[in-house]
């Protein structure tokens, strides 16, 4: 699980919102995003050196309980 977890750290991603597609951004910035609830659960995500586009919720670490960011209200 470690090893999964360290994925999101060291990678490039692109990423699908309402259609539209966004990156590539760093891994910081990807869990920014979803943070601040412009990446939802639900929104396809893939790295930058792989071709399959997964469900963000399937990213371990993408998505916590807590957030470290406020939510974007406006």
């Known amino acids: ?3 999964r977890s360290a ?6 991603w ?5 259609g539209k597609t966004y990156g ?3 891994s910081a910035d ?5 943070h601040l609830g ?3 659960p639900d929104d396809l995500v893939r ?8 469900v963000a919720r399937t990213i371990h ?3 916590g309980r807590r957030s470290p960011f406020p939510r974007w209200e406006g």
């Open 30 to 34: 990807l869990r920014a995003t979803a």
């Open 47 to 54: 790295r930058s050196d792989l071709a399959k586009w997964v």
């Open 1 to 3: 699980e470690h090893e």
């Open 61 to 63: 670490g993408l998505f």
């Open 7 to 12: 994925v999101i750290y060291r990678s490039e």
């Open 14 to 18: 692109f990423y699908v919102h309402r």
């Open 24 to 26: 590539p951004v760093s």
């Open 38 to 40: 412009f990446l939802g």
